[in-house]
């Protein structure tokens, strides 16, 4: 037969580790789909690379075997290079490899620097859910105006912008997520 004691314990502990679980599992959920994105995007910077690559390859043979220069192949380069970028800018962001003030973390006491990283995090997500709905606006004031040379809609073009930032979105929430489960497992690592 148990105890008075045991049975306080185990209704104490029981949310605790309720809240556990719904945090493990929201970790569990962000990373597939930081997983899936990440994949999208790769297999996407590849196929943009690909044909860009061919497209001046066969603009280079053009103008200097045959004197004849293709009127569209700079200007598709010129957009599958933005859409390059922008793409490539999330997996950059989920990798870290984007340009950080390291020296003004490193001053930052050990225990505050999580709570600064998850702050200037927070600060990012702001900036690019501002970027991408401004993003989508642009492109939708623009879709009647044509490029030059192969004469298709500018959005399509424009939307490189949102499209990426959408992305870098996603790789953001991640890091939050587990920014934060870092944090708490770090809480919960002192208390006890």
């Known amino acids: 037969m148990k105890e008075a004691g045991e049975w306080i314990i185990i209704k104490i502990h029981a949310p605790f580790f309720w809240r556990n679980s719904r945090v493990e599992i929201l970790r569990q959920i962000s990373e597939k789909v930081s997983r899936l994105a990440e994949r999208i995007v790769q297999l996407t910077l590849v196929g943009m690379v690909a044909i860009m690559t061919v497209i001046i390859i066969i603009q280079v043979f053009m103008r200097y075997l045959f004197l004849y220069s293709l009127s569209w192949s700079e200007e598709v380069a010129r957009y599958l290079m933005i ?34 990283n998850l702050a200037a995090k927070m600060g990012m997500l702001l900036f690019l859910v501002y970027f991408t709905i401004g993003g989508f606006r642009v492109s939708w004031a623009v879709r009647d105006q044509d490029s030059p040379a192969l004469l298709f ?40």
């Open 83 to 116: 859409w390059v970028c922008f793409l490539g800018a999330s997996l950059a962001l989920k990798h870290g490899f984007h340009i950080g003030v390291e020296f003004v973390l490193n001053r930052i006491p050990e225990k505050m620097r999580d709570w600064v």
């Open 153 to 192: 809609s500018m959005a399509y073009a424009y939307l490189s912008a949102p499209v990426g930032g959408f992305f870098m979105i996603i790789q953001l929430m991640n890091l939050l997520v587990e920014d934060w489960v870092k944090i708490k497992e770090r809480r919960w690592s002192f208390s006890s």
